[in-house]
């Protein structure tokens, strides 16, 4: 399979030099792309105010539901990849949602929120199957 994709970030030092840029593979311009998707919060992309997951809602807040918490996360999330991860098909998400207690350096600890987030899929031009692993951390500080 030819590498047809540009990676991103873009570099830009090598348009300027007109240079060649970096091409992936459809793996792994997926990957990016979803990981685009899960790291930019709606109305962030002025290209298009819908590109983007929720999950940038919940940052700093206490998450009292986790059950309503994933599915709304859920449904966000399957929107966003329809709209604009199209070369996936058969979209499943799976989440694991819990407490971790981090030491800082101030021997202070602080409580987060760790959402594993799994993508699996099919990648349509070849029928492949794909899947996607992200780790993030939200919630509010605290101190005991």
Same mark, same amino acid.
């Given at each position: 399979?030819?590498?047809? @994709?540009?990676?991103? #970030?873009?570099?830009?030092?090598?348009? +300027?030099?007109?240079?060649? /840029?970096?091409? +992936?593979?459809?793996? *792994?311009?997926?990957?990016? /792309?979803?990981?685009?998707?899960?790291?930019?919060? @709606?109305? =962030?992309?002025?290209?298009?105010?819908?590109?983007?997951?929720?999950?940038?809602? &919940?940052?700093? =807040?206490? %998450? &009292?539901? #986790? *059950?309503?918490?994933?599915?709304?996360?859920?449904?966000? /999330? /399957? *929107?966003? +990849?329809?709209?604009?991860?199209?070369?996936?098909?058969?979209?499943?998400?799976?989440?694991?949602?819990? *407490?971790?207690? %981090?030491?800082? $350096?101030? $021997?202070? $600890?602080?409580? $987060?929120?760790? +959402?594993?987030?799994?993508?699996?899929?099919?990648? =349509?031009?070849?029928?492949? #199957? !794909?899947?996607?692993?992200?780790? !993030? !951390?939200?919630?509010?500080?605290? &101190?005991?």
């Amino acid at each position: 399979m030819p590498s047809s @994709y540009l990676n991103i #970030p873009v570099d830009f030092g090598s348009i +300027i030099k007109k240079a060649e /840029l970096r091409r +992936i593979n459809i793996k *792994q311009s997926i990957h990016n /792309l979803l990981h685009l998707i899960l790291t930019t919060s @709606y109305e =962030e992309a002025r290209f298009d105010p819908s590109f983007g997951c929720e999950i940038w809602l &919940y940052d700093f =807040e206490t %998450i &009292y539901n #986790p *059950q309503a918490f994933k599915e709304n996360l859920k449904k966000s /999330l /399957l *929107q966003s +990849i329809r709209n604009h991860e199209k070369r996936l098909t058969n979209v499943s998400i799976d989440f694991q949602v819990e *407490q971790k207690e %981090i030491i800082s $350096k101030i $021997k202070n $600890k602080r409580f $987060k929120t760790r +959402i594993v987030i799994i993508i699996n899929g099919l990648i =349509e031009e070849t029928n492949e #199957p !794909f899947g996607h692993r992200e780790t !993030f !951390f939200i919630g509010p500080l605290s &101190y005991s």
